[in-house]
């Protein structure tokens, strides 16, 4: 090979080389963005959900008592059954007050009999006295006798209906009709008239249930009332008791008291409802939860559990903001309906919130956004935050 050759293919070779050497360095792969799936928040109208301690009450309690004194000759029902008002309860000896009757009775007759004599005796002054035959006082002296006559009958006859009265006293009825309590007092005791308790009758149907909303809900339920995020019921607002085995009363019943006044003590007011009873699932002081319906939160914002996270600071969740990059959003809860947080602030209708594939994204990340399928959440069981979820039917049990 010649030398100007050899310089030629050096050449050639050194040219390549430089052409190598300049060439683009190779691009790094990209992952493709993570695909999640995004529910876009839309106001509803949710029923609002409010349970409180409440303790049962007859709507009526009697305590028997005996108008007249003596011994107890018979007791005539059964600790603890029903009676119909009416009902004899107790027989009290009523060998004093008939004889009693007796004599009063004889009393009003004689005052009778001294009356109708008046009676005669002034009509027949009357015609004497147009005859100018008597004298004027002889005429007001019998007019006078008759009428003390007429007040003697009046006051014997009151006598007559006392003995009369204490007579019947003799036998204890029942004022309404009710559970019967305990005998205070058997046969042979004495009853000194109404010193001394014979027994109680309490009406359980229907039956009051009272409970206390602190005076901060009372508060917050005006103020969203004002503002028209809560609807009350036009009429009167059902409510129903959670029984302690959590099953439901399945007899709704109805709110109709509320007290003007709150506790200065417990900060509380006073509401009460009354129950239809007729099986006595509910008895006297027995504790149950009274859940209020047909509340309605308006414009309400609902997210599934799992979107809302904790962090550091508090509650948050991922949002997909422009150019599907995702942000993040402080929220502020405010309690469960169904699987699904109520947020209370934080979110605005329109927000784009990230539901599923939270684990794959962090903040400015782009993400490939699918709509969110709610029926993915239909299984999720809710929590209570103070006490176990009921059933969502109630059970028909046999009569306590």
Known sequence: MTQARLWTVVGA????????????????????????????????????????QGVAQASKHVEVRSNVTGVILKRAFVEGTDVPQGALLYIIDTTIYAALARNAEGTVNDAKARLANTDRNLDRLKGLLAERAVAQKDY?????????????????????????KNLSDCYVRAQIAG?????????????????????TIDQVDPI??????????????????????????AGALRVRAILSDNTYDPEEGTLNFA???????????????TFAN??????PNQFVRVEMLDLKRADAILVPQRAVLQGITGAY????????????????????DGSQWVIASGL???????????QKIFPTAKVNPTPYNPAADTTLKTPQADVPAAPSFPIVRGRP
């Open 179 to 199: 559970r019967v309590g305990l005998a205070s007092l058997e046969l042979g005791a004495r009853v000194t008239a109404a010193t001394d308790l014979l027994t």
């Open 208 to 233: 009051y249930v009272s409970f206390n909303p602190a005076q901060e809900d009372i508060l917050t339920w005006r103020r969203e009332i004002a503002d028209k995020r809560l609807v009350f019921p």
């Open 140 to 164: 007001d002296d019998a007019e006078q006798a008759e009428k003390q006559a007429a007040a003697d009958v009046l006051a014997d006859q009151a006598l007559v209906d006392q003995a009369h």
């Open 13 to 52: 070779v050194a040219g390549l080389t430089a052409v190598a050497c300049h060439k683009d360095p190779p691009k790094p792969m990209q992952m493709p963005p993570t695909a999640v799936s995004v529910l876009t928040i839309k106001a509803q109208t949710i029923p609002a959900k409010y349970q409180y």
């Open 278 to 283: 007729r099986a006595h699932f509910l008895l």
């Open 348 to 358: 605005q209708v329109g927000d784009k919130v990230v539901i599923d594939g939270l």
């Open 317 to 336: 969740v991922y949002t997909v903001g422009d150019s599907n990059k995702v942000g993040i959003k402080p929220v502020e809860t405010g309690g469960w």
């Open 259 to 273: 007290d003007i006044t709150v506790g200065s003590q417990t900060g509380t007011q006073q509401l009460r409802a």
